[in-house]
């Protein structure tokens, strides 16, 4: 007999205000977000990056102005990326004790000590070439040789202050390298998040203009991975996990969320996933030409890296976020 009651109740009683907030199964917390910088030499300067509308290239003084409102946000941390005065065959502004991350690092410890430092270890903002390695002369990355140069950017950057080291090269061994060389110098708590599922992707676009890293010759796909595949990511985390790293990362982050899934339930561990330079531009121009509500966009891009099993998100888009969830 009927009870009268319906027997599919209806929706709107599961799915009431109140039960929501108790019920949500992905909420957003600014203390796992990592807001990314480009810094440059200078005095005074807030240079707009074209390619990435509200974002700038910070010269040290500013920069430091800027990180007020990341600390006072509760943000997690920072990502620097450094534009060097001078480039050359070797990249060697990156390992030098006065290169701009260098004296970033070291003005940023003095007056936020407790603020948290990621730096991007890579050569390609730095050589003449534009590549992530030393290059033979046939244009070939030297695999081997540049180990040796990343270690020493690595060491360079932990001992002016950095609390996490990112090498986002991709070339083979070298968190092993790495960390063998922190531990060298003694820098045995300085943790490792390797860039370790890197794809070859035309996201990265927007970045190459505002770190003037496009390649002068050839691309980056001999030392990317392809995006056709998944099980090659696998395969990489699981060799910089063994290697040593302590967090792994997924980049880019919004065609790769089957890649962040995938990878935390096969070894739940700290995951980070980066969300790239053509992710933010394209949300943010589809916004400026009234297209797009730019911050539901934000907050539901943001939950479904979340969803999808990342720890720690790393967007230009962070700070905009946690002001929204304020
Ligand atoms: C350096 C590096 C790149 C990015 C982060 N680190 C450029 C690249 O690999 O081509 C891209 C970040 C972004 O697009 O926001 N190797």
Known sequence: MNSGYPIVRPRRMRS?????????????????????????HGNSLKEPIMTMPDQFRYSIDKLLEELKSV????????LLFGIPKHKDELGSESYSPD??????LRAIKDVYSDLLVVTDVCLCDYTSHGHCGIVDENGYVKNDETLEYLAKIAVS????????????????GRVKKIRESLDDEGLVNTPIM????????????????????????????????????SDEAILEVGLDLDEGADIVMVKPALSYLD?????????????????????????????KLGYLKEDAAV????????????????????????????
């Open 16 to 40: 009431s205000l109140k039960l929501s907030g108790l019920i949500k199964e992905t909420t957003l917390d600014p203390s796992k977000f990592i807001m990314p910088y480009f810094v440059i």
């Open 71 to 78: 600390i006072d946000m509760g943000i997690g941390g920072i």
């Open 99 to 104: 290169g701009i991350i260098q004296q970033t």
């Open 157 to 172: 950057y932990a001992k002016a202050g950095a609390d996490i080291i990112a090498p986002s090269d991709m070339m083979d």
């Open 194 to 229: 390797a860039y370790s599922s890197k794809y070859a992707s035309c996201f990265y676009e927007p970045f190459r203009d505002a770190a003037d890293c496009l390649p002068k010759f050839g691309n980056r796909k001999s030392y990317q991975m392809d995006f056709s595949n």
């Open 259 to 287: 890649i962040i899934y995938k990878l935390k339930q096969t070894f739940k561990r700290p995951l980070a996933v980066y969300n790239v330079s053509g992710e933010y531009s394209m949300i943010k121009a589809a916004s």
């Open 299 to 326: 907050i539901e891009m943001f939950t479904s890296f979340k969803r999808a099993g990342a720890d720690i998100i790393i967007s230009y888009y962070s700070l905009h976020a946690a002001k929204i969830l304020g």
